[in-house]
């Protein structure tokens, strides 16, 4: 940290608990100033609730979907609302200015039998992007409902993004890659592809202010790309112990948060200057005693010795034998939160200080499904398998 001190602690506090749910909640957004919620259950349940006195939510809308859901958009701007089903339809819903009634406007069908994975609507150009389990993006005009294009990826989508400067769209797929295109009114065309996750790709969250894309796996790690410093920088965080479920960006405070599916939240000071972490090199023996590694044959046999298993210093990238790295520690500045093998020459270089911890972690109480942040009002919520909605105030993003 460039003054020493340690991160401010955000302690999120939970406000209310919304239990009448007959499905796991798949999916929820905030109404705008923190007036109630719209909530998808995976049975096609779409509900509406509105913040009453006592900060209580209670049941304004309730409808029922003729078959089971997998995604939603919510435009606040506009009060619409898209769903998309497991039969590949996206209907498009029109709120009330009071959110008491939801009506029926539009119906996108292009790819009926396909289930939709992803749903995201972009107001400024008036274009609906969606995602679905034939590998297919594609992009509707939302104004008249046409198709304007479609583009086949190399593997299902589960995470998607788009800038509206650029009008780049960022999408990640289950191969564990991102892939950057540009998006014309009638046409796609690849910018980039990259790749740093050993497991899918599971969220994405793109900051427009700081031009940086988040992305989220299976493999429990999340990497920072920055996209506008050009410089191909990408550091990678470890500080879950179970797969992301969701990331969120508060850009004014510029503070990132994730959560992992057996429940942790953890908030990452973002202020804070990290390292990419070193390519690990190779060798045939280690690069600290010179003792040969068990596949280095000729060295075995001149020197007699067994060969010895090959491990790697998470901080200068050395391949190095057990004996020379025998001792793990955290490296916050490198993004691992939790203690990681480094050789004993690292380890004895590493400062106390940055040994401390550049996040917080908390403990949901719930497996999470979904998280949506809303910055206007620092409040988050998270949605379970308990078939319960947890809404949560950050008091320093406020």
């Known amino acids: 940290m460039a003054d020493g001190a340690p991160p401010p602690v955000l302690e999120p506090c939970l406000l209310n608990e919304i239990r009448d749910f007959h499905d796991v909640v798949i999916t929820a957004v905030f109404l705008p100033k923190g007036d109630g919620l719209i909530s998808l259950s995976e049975d096609g349940t779409i509900q509406v609730w509105l913040k009453r006195k006592g900060d209580q939510y209670w049941p304004s809308i309730h409808h029922t979907m003729q078959t089971s859901c997998s995604c939603m958009a919510f435009s606040p701007e506009t009060r619409r609302l898209f769903v998309g089903t497991v039969a590949g ?3 498009e819903f029109s709120l009330s200015e009071d959110y008491n009634k939801m009506t029926p406007a539009l119906t996108y069908s292009d790819h009926q039998g396909t289930r939709m994975t992803v749903v995201l609507f972009v107001l400024e150009v008036e274009w609906l992007l969606s ?5 297919n993006l594609t992009w509707h005009c939302s104004e008249s409902g046409q198709l304007l294009g479609t583009y086949n990826t190399t593997a299902c989508v589960s995470g998607l993004q788009f800038d509206v400067e650029t009008r780049h769209a ?8 991102v892939t950057i295109l540009k998006l014309e009114q009638d046409r796609c065309s690849l910018v980039t592809t990259f790749k740093g996750h050993t497991g899918n790709i599971t969220a994405l969250c793109w900051d427009p202010i700081h031009r940086m894309l988040f992305s989220g796996s ?15 920088t990408a550091i990678e965080l470890q500080g879950h112990k179970d797969k992301i479920q ?12 994730s959560c992992s599916s057996d429940g942790r939240i953890v908030i990452w000071d973002m202020n804070v200057t990290r390292e990419e972490t070193p390519e690990w090199l190779d060798s045939d023996s280690c690069q600290k005693c010179e003792k040969p ?6 060295q075995m046999w001149d020197r007699r010795r067994i060969g010895l298993r090959q491990h790697h210093c998470r901080k200068c990238g050395e391949a190095v034998c057990a004996k020379c790295s025998s001792k793990s520690s ?13 050789c004993n020459t690292c380890h004895e270089s590493i400062p106390e ?4 911890s550049t996040t917080s972690f908390h403990n949901s109480e719930h497996n999470i499904v979904h998280m949506h942040y809303e910055p206007t009002i620092g409040t988050l919520l998270t949605s379970g398998t308990d078939k319960v909605i947890k809404v949560w105030m950050i008091p320093r993003f406020q």
Not at 170 to 177: E, K
Not at 246 to 257: E, F, M, N, R
Not at 333 to 338: Q, R, S
């Open 218 to 232: 299976t493999d429990q790690s999340i990497i920072m790309w920055d996209i506008g410093g050009r410089t191909g």
């Open 89 to 91: 339809n996206i209907c």
């Open 131 to 135: 995602t679905r389990q034939d590998k």
């Open 246 to 257: 969701g990331l969120c960006y508060a850009s004014l405070t510029h503070h990132l948060i």
């Open 353 to 356: 200080k940055d040994r401390a």
């Open 170 to 177: 960022f999408v990640g797929d289950q191969s564990g890659q």
């Open 330 to 342: 955290p490296i916050p500045l490198m993004g691992f939160e939790f203690p990681v093998r480094v």
């Open 293 to 298: 590694f068990f596949w280095n044959f000729k």
